[in-house]
């Protein structure tokens, strides 16, 4: 069974950037999807990126194309998401996700780590 753990998470200033890591804890991690979804208090879940096994396979919602970039290390079970010029409407607790290909958050699907916040002030 996977555990997900994120970190990275802080406060920054819009324009700001910020690295999250979410590193798994055994090699299966290697073998399927892996996601960043985010989520504010009263809203839904959302994913940000996703990122297909071999890493050749990346997907964003529109509102970061550009500024997001993710990434994996599958030799050392650890999923990225570089966070550039961002912006207040980015804050949110992000989570790291498993098992989940592509941007569409589904109740009960896939594993997830405990999330990391991500603040940014104006």
């Known amino acids: 069974q996977v555990q997900l753990v994120e970190s990275g998470g802080g406060s920054v200033q819009a324009g700001g950037s910020l690295t999250l890591s979410c590193t798994a804890s055994?090699?299966?991690?290697?073998?399927?999807?892996m996601g960043w979804f985010r989520q504010v208090p009263g809203k839904e879940r959302e994913g940000v990126a996703s990122?297909?096994?071999?890493?050749?396979?990346?997907f964003y919602t529109d509102s970061v194309k550009g500024r997001f970039h993710i990434s994996r290390d599958n030799a050392a079970n650890t999923l990225y998401l570089q966070m550039n010029s961002l912006k207040p409407e980015d804050t949110a607790m992000y989570y790291c996700?498993?098992?989940?290909?592509?941007?569409?958050?589904?109740?009960?699907?896939?594993?997830w780590g405990q999330g990391t916040q991500v603040t940014v002030s104006s």
């Open positions: 996700a498993a098992d989940i290909c592509g941007l569409r958050y589904i109740e009960g699907s896939g594993y």
């Open positions: 055994n090699r299966v991690y290697s073998t399927t999807c």
């Open positions: 990122i297909y096994p071999s890493g050749g396979h990346t």
